[in-house]
């Protein structure tokens, strides 16, 4: 092989390893500093406090209750408003566990009923004892388990 193509091939070999360190260090900054949000739209209300549900139909769960992990026994009331569970310190529920993500999962209310979904977390999200891969409705009193920490949906 000539100087040239020896030069070349280190080159290249030298960009595809600061590709790889430039990308690693992005995936740590996201899941310690979370990722970008951007900002509200000017102009847009933006509301100062979630209003609890005021149309309470029976069956439907009104609060989430830790039942396992660092934060058993918190509660908070369900309202319009989905709530986020990871790492962040922006999430609605903020749990301190290394087999959590930073943007790890979120319930949500849709058509009188809370859909847990997974947001692409690295250790998964289970329902009971079932992974989730998809939205999934989440009947009351049925675990949800995300790392150590353990929250069930009551009335």
């Known amino acids: 092989m000539s100087e040239l193509t020896l030069l070349l091939i280190r ?6 390893l600061w590709f790889f360190v430039i990308a690693a260090v992005g995936v740590i900054r996201t899941d310690l500093f979370g990722s970008r949000t951007t900002p509200a739209v000017a ?4 509301p100062k406090a979630v209003k609890p549900m005021v149309k309470s139909r029976k069956g439907e769960p009104r609060q989430m209750v830790v039942t396992g992990g660092p934060l058993q026994g918190t509660t908070i009331t ?9 790492r962040a310190s ?3 529920l903020v749990v301190t566990d290394d087999y959590a993500s930073s943007r790890h999962a979120r319930l949500f209310p849709q058509d009188g009923q809370w859909i847990v979904e997974d947001l692409g977390s690295t250790n998964g999200t289970y329902l009971d004892r079932s992974k989730v891969t998809r939205p999934t409705p989440v ?3 049925v675990p949800i388990r995300i790392g150590k920490t353990v929250i069930e949906l009551r009335k």
């Open 11 to 16: 080159l290249a070999f030298l960009a595809v």
């Open 43 to 46: 102009g847009r209300k933006v």
């Open 78 to 86: 369900l309202s319009e408003a989905p709530i986020t569970i990871g």
């Open 90 to 92: 922006d999430a609605t």
């Open 139 to 141: 009947p009351i009193g």
